[in-house]
């Protein structure tokens, strides 16, 4: 590693496994310090030791998305405790259900809007003041190729990453002449928990491994970047769309 996070604070939620542990570990491994949040304390705790023992630093965060007032408590500790936040990567989000849209329980499409689009505009809301901060503030949303298409079946998730994609663009047209940028990410298929739920009959072994892409979004978080506004898709590797000013 080449220490190109050096001295920098990073936040990422959704970093207990998948895309968002694998990307917690390389910041540290890139020399950030790293507030790793999410429910499950002990996959946070594996994590810390994995960082530790390659001499990166962590603070965990074992905090419930849906817990908005936590959000807003977990802002003001980074002010206090550093003035600045560097990067906030909102990875963590979770699937609902693949259903007709007529059949959805209310319960489960408030909560997947709540998990993948509330607790996103909690966060902005939070740690945009911290981010603008930095020198170099850099913001990631991670968001799915189901943004783009309307297959059936998986109108929930769908909508909760259009209206995300939705709010990060607005953000980005609002801090264009700040030293802050907000990007979308496309992963693509990867070997996850939640890959694995929506894909069953899916042998994980043929699929990009969660260490690969997050490698790939790695540079999305580096004080050189100058893209905003953009959707980066890690398997083509680049950016695919043009910014649009709003
Ligand atoms: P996983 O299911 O493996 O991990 C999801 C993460 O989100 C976990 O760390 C989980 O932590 C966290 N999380 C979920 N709900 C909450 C909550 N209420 N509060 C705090 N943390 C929460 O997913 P992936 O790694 O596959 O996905 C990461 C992101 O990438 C997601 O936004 C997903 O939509 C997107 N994506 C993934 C693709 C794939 O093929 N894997 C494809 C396209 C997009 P915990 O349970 O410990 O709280």
């Not at 003041?129 to 079946?153: C, N, Q, T, V």
């Not at 298929?189 to 939640?194: N, S």
Request: glycine share 10%; net charge neutral.
């Amino acid at each position: 590693m080449t220490g190109q996070l050096d001295g920098r604070i990073a936040l990422v939620t959704g970093a207990s496994r998948g895309i968002g542990c694998e990307l917690a570990e390389h910041f540290a491994a890139e020399g950030a310090h790293v507030y790793c949040v999410a429910r499950t304390v002990g996959a946070l705790e594996e994590l810390d030791d994995r960082i530790k023992a390659k001499g990166g630093s962590a603070t965990l965060v074992p905090l419930d998305l849906l817990d908005y007032p936590g959000i807003d408590r977990l802002g003001a500790a980074i002010h206090e405790r550093h003035g600045k936040l560097d990067i906030m990567v909102a990875n963590a989000g979770m699937l609902g259900v693949l259903s007709p849209i007529g059949h959805i329980e209310a319960k489960t499409f408030e909560k997947t809007m709540a998990t993948n689009v509330t607790s996103v505009w909690r966060l902005i809301r939070s740690l945009d003041p911290l981010l603008r901060k930095s020198d170099a503030g850099r913001a990631i949303l991670m968001s799915s190729g189901a943004a783009h298409s309307a297959k059936a079946y998986w109108g929930l998730y769908a909508a909760t990453k259009a209206a995300m994609e939705a709010l990060g663009r607005s953000w980005a047209n609002e801090t264009m002449n700040t030293a802050l940028r907000v990007n979308l990410v496309n992963p693509g298929a990867t070997a996850t928990r939640m890959r694995a739920t929506a894909m069953p009959g899916e042998d994980p072994k043929t699929l990009p491994q969660p260490r690969d892409v997050a490698a790939r979004i790695v540079p999305l978080a580096l004080p050189s970047l100058q893209e905003t506004g953009r959707l980066f898709d890690v398997r083509e590797n680049r950016f695919l769309d043009v910014h649009m000013p709003g």
